[in-house]
Nanobody, 128 residues
Framework: QLQLVESGGGLVQPGGSLRLSCAASGFTLEDYAIAWFRQAPGKEREGVSCSRSSDGTLYYADSVKGRFTISRGNAKNTVILQMNSLKPEDTAVYFC?????????????????????WGQGTQVTVSS
């Protein structure tokens, strides 16, 4: 079965950290760019980061720059989103998606990107 599965979400206090994992099964992430998105209730989906497998290009949204880090995990078929200095406004469901490397650049996600695979999402809640 071809799928992405996110894990690592939870409840954390402001200023805390969480480490999200996106694991692929049935295909290899080495062939894809991986993007992390989030969606909070009543808000539009936001692309927060992406990692291009072809040349290591990374992108971060301004809202998370300096606090979040995307990396390809030691386990070959995982991508990690390390989230530090979390704020209440980071509260959302976080999704990972796999796509062609073309759609991820250092300046952002291509607006009309075609996503090959999506995960089911993991809830992140930042609250005291």
């Amino acid at each position: 079965q071809l799928q992405l599965v996110e894990s690592g979400g939870g409840l954390v206090q402001p200023g805390g950290s969480l480490r999200l994992s996106c694991a692929a099964s049935g295909f290899t992430l080495e062939d894809y760019a991986i993007a992390w998105f989030r969606q909070a209730p009543g808000k539009e989906r936001e692309g927060v980061s992406c990692s291009r497998s072809s040349d290591g290009t990374l992108y971060y949204a301004d809202s998370v720059k300096g606090r979040f880090t995307i990396s390809r995990g030691n386990a070959k078929n995982t991508v990690i989103l390390q989230m530090n200095s979390l704020k209440p406004e980071d509260t959302a469901v976080y999704f990972c998606a796999a796509m062609d490397n073309y759609y991820c650049s250092a300046y952002g996600l291509y607006p009309f990107a075609q996503y090959d695979y999506w995960g089911q999402g993991t809830q992140v809640t930042v609250s005291s």
